[in-house]
């Protein structure tokens, strides 16, 4: 049985969702007694087994010390599972082991620069060229690989969700007609949140009587997105919640009849959602979701199916169907319980294992 080594710069004790994913791997991996060695950067206060190395360094530095680590503790029978391209990606390639390759979205676009523009897309194709594989998020994602190279071997694999951890945890409320709607992320502009708050504020004075919106997440765009709520006088039916610990998203989402999350896809300043882990989870909390057509966030939501799609930027589509969703209250919830037998089916950790161990083992 080979060892698997996931070389990670974002790895637990960081929460984003690589950090997440990668720890949901080892976790998995544990739990199978399969082989691996976890190789990072990030610190911890809490003491690890022998199967994690942190190893610390300047920049430049850091990146000889991994390289050299890899070279000399580990062997050509190993697999190395890289957290992204860059810079995990190209050091192991430079070590000589059989190179896999997370693939997210964002940083598989060209940015603004000379850099940026015409330099790094030719040192990103030489990468994704040269490992074993490119292991994509969503079709969008891997749509971003095939159009750097058609030749670069890659497949899908729906990122899955923990759904002991994620789970309805409180009873939505049934007494009064009011719709509960939600949304957590980064407050950044291209995820929509001015979409939404404008749309809210379009709707008839009789259906925002009968909305109530809470904003989870910290971000530069916060501020100003408290300003536009209050010029669009929705004080009394928006609600900012700030930072939501891990411990308390079961509640935040079951308690609530909807999600949303409006992401805009912004090619040009590196702006996509290339899966949207927030959408699953709230899923496997029983709450419906409702995101935009966009990047890979059709990976995460079934039309339909316990979600709803709707184009970018259309506020006649989201006011439409957040009217038919205030009438029928009882329909948005019964939705919710369809959304999590979906994400139980579809986004197990069981399911993305078995598609993980069977792409490595095909090459």
């Given amino acids: 049985m080979k060892r698997l080594v996931l070389l990670s710069y974002d790895y637990p004790p960081n929460n984003g969702g690589i950090a997440r994913l990668c720890g949901g791997i080892v976790r998995e991996l544990k739990g199978r007694s399969y082989p691996y060695l ?73 940015g603004k620069g000379f850099f940026k523009k015409h330099i790094k897309p030719v040192y990103r194709k030489w990468v994704l060229n040269h490992c074993k594989g490119a292991i994509a998020n969503s079709q969008y994602t891997e749509r971003l690989i095939s159009s750097l190279d058609k030749n670069i071997r890659s497949t899908t694999i729906a990122l899955p969700v923990d759904s002991k951890l994620f789970h309805p945890t409180k009873t939505k409320n049934t007494t009064d007609n009011i719709l509960r709607v939600c949304t957590i992320s980064r407050i950044e502009k291209f995820k929509g949140h001015d979409f939404v708050l404008k ?69 040009n300043n590196h702006h996509v959602e290339g899966f949207g882990l927030v959408f699953v989870e709230a899923q496997a909390c029983g709450t419906a979701t409702i995101g935009t057509n966009a990047g890979g966030i059709p990976s995460a939501i079934s039309d339909g199916n316990g979600g709803w799609l709707i184009e970018q930027d259309s506020s006649s589509k989201l006011m439409t169907l957040l009217k038919k969703l205030i009438d029928d209250k009882e329909y948005a919830q019964s939705q919710g319980a369809v959304a999590r037998l979906r994400v139980l089916k579809e986004c197990s950790w069981a399911e993305y294992m078995e598609k993980l161990f069977a792409f490595i083992k095909t090459y």
């Fill in 38 to 110: 976890v190789v990072t950067n990030v610190r911890s206060d809490h003491s690890d087994s022998d199967n994690v190395v942190r190893i610390s360094g300047k920049r430049g530095i850091l990146e000889w010390r991994i390289l050299k680590f890899l070279r000399n503790n580990t062997t050509n029978d190993d697999i190395v599972l890289c957290d992204t391209w860059h810079p995990a990606g190209f050091l192991s390639l430079l070590s000589g082991r059989d190179t896999y390759i997370l693939c997210h979205g964002a940083e598989l676009m060209s």
């Fill in 199 to 267: 749309t809210i504020a379009s709707l008839p004075k009789t259906y925002q009587s009968r909305i109530n919106l809470t904003i989870g997440g910290k971000g530069p765009y916060l501020e100003e997105l408290k300003q536009l709520t209050e010029m669009l006088n929705l004080n009394s039916i928006v609600q900012f919640k700030g930072f939501v610990p891990e411990q308390e998203l079961c509640d935040f989402y079951s308690s609530n009849d909807i999600f949303i999350l409006c992401t805009r896809e912004e090619p």
